[in-house]
């Protein structure tokens, strides 16, 4: 399959969507934005995420974050759609762009296809596939999951609140980390630039290599 | 980039690893594997996602998941770092196996690599790339994660749950799911089919399209 993968620039396709016409790279602009594929309109999986997805507008709203989503359904299925959406959860409303692909060429580029899962006429259908792009149009982090398994909404905040505190501050977060929560310093860091870059202190864990390599430090 | 991604059969590839030679479709056999990479050994973020597999072995292995870890570092290194992530916390033991991919080849077949990422010669590191494998071989669920963002092995687990839950069951799993909770009905089951494999009954989403298509249950 195509290889669409972290570190590559997402291909700057334009296509129709519930907002009218969208090119990739002018959407993302100078923020990060959440690409997002689902296998199809009206089916069970998908209403439960992009419902989550609407109630979780506001949170990325906040951390500047747009999201688009995209499957091989055309713009009228996608609106007749969230109608349904939206009475699933009420309150939560789909006011980001879903896009149509119909063709299946942008979900192929983008690396977007489930090839266990065919339509009823042996075309192509999307995975759940989760794109996190930067303001450098370059895909930071992906989740690809396979259509029988929703995605964890909150585990994609967190991922973005990981990749923007790693950003602001170059500083890398461990396993299972929170906001909040200790960060590490990275190994080009020599301690003497530590001091300086985190007048806040760091805290070197004591190993048995004495490389001293795992410096945690609290950041803002 | 190369793009192994989900439905493809992980290339079976012949490796050293701390355990001695590895062929992965032979380390698969029957069962599901979680492979994964890290950028390298003595190194923050890879301490605490090492230890913290190390600490969730258990669960893997309650679940009949077998774990197999990879980086481009030799045999020996990894063996040295093994006595730091041990010491980083007393009582996980690393018993699980890690490939060593000194020629960087392995990680470019297996979209493993961090673009953005280079050792002192200007080689490729890996990304923080985990494929769930099944007993097919096949890569069922991948996570792309950057050097600068450890993983969340929770969403390991509870992706692991999900995935065996709809093969076990014939079903999906919805937006954030977690054990014990309601499971959705594929579209591809009629009623009448529901109602002879669900025999604990089903519940349909009352939604304006009235398709009939959100049927949730319960497995056991």
Redesign the interface.
Known sequence: ????????TVPNLELDSTHGKIRIHDFVGDTYVILFSHP?D????C???L??MAGYAKEFDKRGVKLLGISCDDVQSHK??I??IE??KPGNRVTYPIMADPSREAIKQL?M????EKDSNGGHLP?RALHIVGPDKKV????????????????VV??VD??QT??KHA???????KPGERV????GVSDDEAKEKFPQGFDT?D???G?G???FTKVG
């Open positions: 399959m195509p290889g669409l993968t972290i570190g590559d199809g009206f089916t069970p999986v209403t439960t995420e419902a989550a007749d759609w109608k349904d009475a699933y690396n296809v489930d090839p266990d995975s930071k982090l992906s989740f690809l999951y396979p259509s029988c398994v929703g995605r964890n909404m909150d585990e967190r991922a990981a990749l790693a950003a500083v890398a977060t461990p396993v299972n980390w590490v310093i990275p190994p864990a190993l048995p290599s490389k390599y795992l410096r």
